[in-house]
């Protein structure tokens, strides 16, 4: 009977902790109209104004494969984010830029967020996290 009890317990703590690691939603960000498959995208996710592209909570470089990619930030949970990407065709891990500080690599933002005289705003680029898989396109 102490096995049976033992068994039943394990089984409980492991649905448990496979709920709870799925609690989160899942953002898919796929990325086309890339100029090349030189280099990689870097993929940044912001949670509030103050960090818009300053800090990111979440980071990722994407391999590029025809002009295209996609990546997953998983187990994040409901609220407002923003989205960020640009594409670092000569793998130094920065935005390059002219001697202007305009950018010189393609970049993208959420909701296809851009402004005429300076980086995109956060109002433009947020969206409310909602559903268990959002998924995001963004044309470069």
Known sequence: MRKVIVIFVLNFMCLFTLQAQEAGSTIV??????????????????????DFLKHIIDGKRVEINNKSCSVSFKNIPEGTYAISLFHDENNDGKMDTNFMGIPTEDYGCSNDARDFMGPPEWEDAKFELKEK????HIKL
Do not use: C, P
């Not at 100029?35 to 103050?50: F, H, M």
């Not at 898989?133 to 995001?136: A, D, G, K, Y």
């Open 29 to 50: 960000v796929n990325v086309s109209e890339i100029s090349s498959n030189k280099g990689k995208i870097i993929v940044g996710l912001y949670a509030n104004s103050d």
């Open 133 to 136: 898989i959002m998924i995001h």
